[in-house]
């Protein structure tokens, strides 16, 4: 069983940064492919990033490309958001997923193990 623990959340005006991070339990975490989700309040969890095993390819949502970015530590068994440019439609509970030798990252379904989620609130 691989626990995820996410942290970074907070409260942060509109334009702002902030760096998520999610640590694993888990020593094979570089096994894993590792993405990140978010859920607002009434809307479904959508695919935010993802990042692969090595050689650590990145994928995004289309609605992040170019402020947010993925990448992981595998010595440390931590996978990071770093979030540039925030607005209010990034307001969500983040979540961090992991997904054993995954390849196909952007459906939820597809992960086997979440984290408790981090709160990101953006003001306007």
């Known amino acids: 069983q691989v626990q995820l623990v996410e942290s970074g959340g907070g409260l942060v005006q509109a334009g702002g940064s902030l760096r998520l991070s999610c640590a694993a339990s888990e020593r094979t975490f570089s096994y894993y492919a590792m993405g990140w989700f978010r859920q607002a309040p009434g809307k479904e969890r959508e695919f935010v990033a993802a990042i692969t095993m090595r050689p650590h390819r990145s994928h995004y949502a289309d609605s992040v490309k170019g402020r947010f970015t993925v990448s992981r530590d595998d010595a440390k068994n931590t996978v990071y958001l770093e979030m540039k440019g925030l607005g209010p439609d990034d307001t969500a509970v983040y979540y961090c997923?992991?997904?054993?030798?995954?390849?196909?990252?952007?459906?939820?379904?597809?992960?086997?193990?979440w984290g408790q989620g981090t709160q990101v609130t953006v003001s306007s």
């Open positions: 997923a992991a997904d054993l030798y995954g390849t196909k990252l952007v459906m939820a379904s597809d992960y086997d193990y």
